[in-house]
């Protein structure tokens, strides 16, 4: 005999189906399934297998639950314990995730799930434990739906707060100078050198002596020779 579901085993069963599948269950055109290739959608992790038809497909979850027929009355037992807009929500939550990547996908579910456990009052224990440890590797656990393992929770790190940037001491640092209002000093250009003529050297005059004093220097040099050419005087007279 299949199990009647409360709101927090259908809460938790489709949650962790939804983040270890990590995409939504969708046709060729992109229409929402219960099941399907790719897996299964919210509700549909939630119904057995042997109480799963094709023809539940199409159809909203409050028109196959109000259908006659055997199968349909063993689905109503299952979910007799579960509010009805509990189930909307779980299903809506899988059909606007839509296709995307599973890392976006995840995050939109477990938003969606923090939502919907606020508004029917359900614990998200569960739901963060799997979030939180999906991909560390070691033992594994099966999730309350039946689906593929699940990394077991792992030990708690104990992690330092950040140190308190506020507490730390203030260091006042001097304004730097104000350049613009620094006195101005005036610095006169530089000569331009190459503009300055270059003063041509000025002759040498030699001055000429005066005549008089030729005159002397010539009888000077008359009177030597006079007195070399002069015969040798000789004390004795009448000696040759």
């Avoid at 006659?68 to 299952?78: N, V």
Wanted: net charge neutral; proline share 11%; charged share 20%.
């Amino acid at each position: 005999m299949t199990r009647r579901l409360t709101n927090q085993d259908a809460f938790d069963r489709a949650m962790l189906h939804l983040l270890n599948q990590g995409h939504s269950c969708l046709s060729a055109s992109g229409q929402s399934r219960y099941r399907g290739p790719r897996g299964k959608s919210a509700i549909g992790a939630l119904i057995p297998d042997e109480l799963y038809v094709t023809s539940m497909e199409g159809k909203k979850l409050h028109h196959w639950l109000a259908a006659r027929g055997l199968e349909y009355d063993a689905l109503r037992e299952r979910f007799g314990g579960v509010t009805p807009s509990l189930l909307d929500d779980l299903q809506d939550l899988h059909d606007r995730s839509g296709a995307c990547m599973p890392s976006l996908y995840r995050h939109l579910v477990l938003a969606g799930a923090q939502r919907i456990a606020q508004s029917f009052k359900l614990s998200m224990r569960l739901v963060h434990r799997c979030a939180t440890y999906q991909h560390i590797r070691g033992p594994q656990i099966f999730s309350a739906a039946g689906t593929r393992a699940i990394p077991a929770a792992a030990p708690v790190i104990d992690v330092p707060p950040a140190p308190d940037l506020a507490a730390a001491p203030v260091i006042d640092v001097p304004p730097a100078p104000d350049l613009a209002a620094a006195p101005v000093i005036d610095v006169p250009p530089a000569p331009d050198l190459a503009a300055a003529p270059t003063p041509a050297p000025e002759p040498v005059q030699l001055t000429e002596p005066p005549q008089g004093e030729l005159d002397l220097i010539a009888r000077g040099i008359a009177k030597a020779i006079a007195a070399a050419s002069a015969p040798a005087f000789d004390p004795q007279p009448g000696r040759r």
